[in-house]
Nanobody
Framework: VQLQASGGGLVQAGGSLRLSCVASGRTAFSTYGMGWFRQVSGKEREFVASIRWSGGSTDYVDSVKGRFTISRDNAKNTVYLQMYSLTPEDTAVYYC?????????????????WGQGTQVTVSS
């Protein structure tokens, strides 16, 4: 399973971005829980959001609740992270990840597959 994240870039504070993550290869994407994590150089990887295989349950870190939305399109093997009201504190490399058990989690060790990351930079 390969995960390809895209959609990052440079945006001013208050702006928005939508990240995408496409799964390819020998994948049963519709059965996977998916997650987004982010990492700043020198710091631990931080959970951002997760979504169950069905899309019926989502979870967010408190700092992004009300600003970020995770969603998925199983027909397109794609998970999204819509980000609004971005702040400089959201600057990081964002990674998508797949949990073959189907649930998603805030714990990065839950996930078996990881994308390569996409850089999000928010200027003040």
């Amino acid at each position: 399973v390969q995960l390809q994240a895209s959609g990052g870039g440079l945006v001013q504070a208050g702006g928005s971005l939508r990240l995408s993550c496409v799964a390819s290869g020998r994948t049963a994407f519709s059965t996977y829980g998916m997650g987004w994590f982010r990492q700043v150089s020198g710091k631990e990887r931080e959970f951002v959001a997760s979504i169950r295989w069905s899309g019926g349950s989502t979870d967010y870190v408190d700092s992004v609740k009300g600003r970020f939305t995770i969603s998925r399109d199983n027909a397109k093997n794609t998970v999204y992270l819509q980000m609004y009201s971005l702040t400089p504190e959201d600057t990081a490399v964002y990674y998508c990840a797949a949990d073959i058990q189907g649930y998603g989690s805030k714990f990065y060790r839950t996930y078996e597959y990881w994308g390569q990351g996409t850089q999000v930079t928010v200027s003040s």
